[in-house]
T-cell receptor, first 111, second 116 residues
Framework: RKEVEQDPGPFNVPEGATVAFNCTYSNSASQSFFWYRQDCRKEPKLLMSVYSSGNEDGRFTAQLNRASQYISLLIRDSKLSDSATYLC????????????FGAGTRLFVKA | EAGVAQSPRYKIIEKRQSVAFWCNPISGHATLYWYQQILGQGPKLLIQFQNNGVVDDSQLPKDRFSAERLKGVDSTLKIQPAKLEDSAVYLCASNIRQQVLYNEQFFGPGTRLTVL
């Protein structure tokens, strides 16, 4: 089983749609969680951190469920510019520091 | 503020040749990471430095890959000899030292390596 698993995608949605991505992690020692966005042939960039209480940034909402070991990202009112790959990132400290990226979920938003 | 710099941006070599990549992190960032991203996959951490010391290199294939950060600033990643499966984008990232677990990583544009 992979340490971080994401919805395989791709997701094809029309503009204005609401789309949700899920990510599960296997190590209960995981301590911090992030969503990064990666445009085609570009480097990853931080989209948002994920907190236990849930957090929102405009049209984006991230949730963490430690008991079930998953995080989610909700995008409301999708824009064409949201088309990208969304990477789930988990950090843990288990004797040493470890950063694990998921494989990413590709989103295509169409007019 | 200048971002993470990497060079070269592209490199094409034949298998069994050697190659080196260079990274200069954001000024003041003590932590530096090298990742390998194969097409269709997420970045895989190869090595993490804190200043000039190695924090984690558990996923670095040490028989062919090496990395150094001698003065705690810029870093070099080398592959010798290269194999076909090393074709990937090599990403460098950095973040500030304090509370590394909770801080954003800033990525460079990457070096796209093709091994023929």
């Amino acid at each position: 089983r992979k340490e971080v698993e994401q919805d395989p995608g791709p997701f094809n949605v029309p503009e204005g749609a609401t789309v949700a991505f899920n990510c599960t992690y296997s190590n209960s020692a995981s301590q911090s969680f992030f969503w990064y966005r990666q445009d085609c042939r570009k480097e990853p960039k931080l989209l948002m951190s994920v907190y236990s209480s849930g957090n929102e940034d405009g049209r984006f909402t991230a949730q963490l469920n430690r008991a079930s070991q998953y995080i989610s990202l909700l995008i409301r009112d999708s824009k064409l510019s949201d088309s990208a790959t969304y990477l789930c990132v988990v950090n843990m400290e288990t004797g040493g520091f470890k950063t694990i990226f998921g494989a990413g979920t590709r989103l295509f938003v169409k007019a | 503020e200048a971002g993470v710099a990497q060079s070269p941006r592209y490199k094409i070599i034949e298998k069994r040749q050697s190659v080196a990549f260079w990274c200069n992190p954001i000024s003041g960032h003590a932590t530096l990471y090298w990742y390998q991203q194969i097409l269709g996959q997420g970045p895989k951490l190869l090595i993490q430095f804190q200043n000039n010391g190695v924090v984690d290199d558990s996923q670095l294939p040490k028989d062919r890959f090496s990395a150094e950060r001698l003065k705690g600033v810029d870093s070099t990643l080398k592959i010798q000899p290269a194999k076909l499966e090393d074709s990937a984008v090599y990403l460098c990232a950095s973040n500030i030292r304090q509370q590394v677990l909770y801080n954003e990583q800033f990525f460079g544009p990457g070096t796209r390596l093709t091994v023929l």
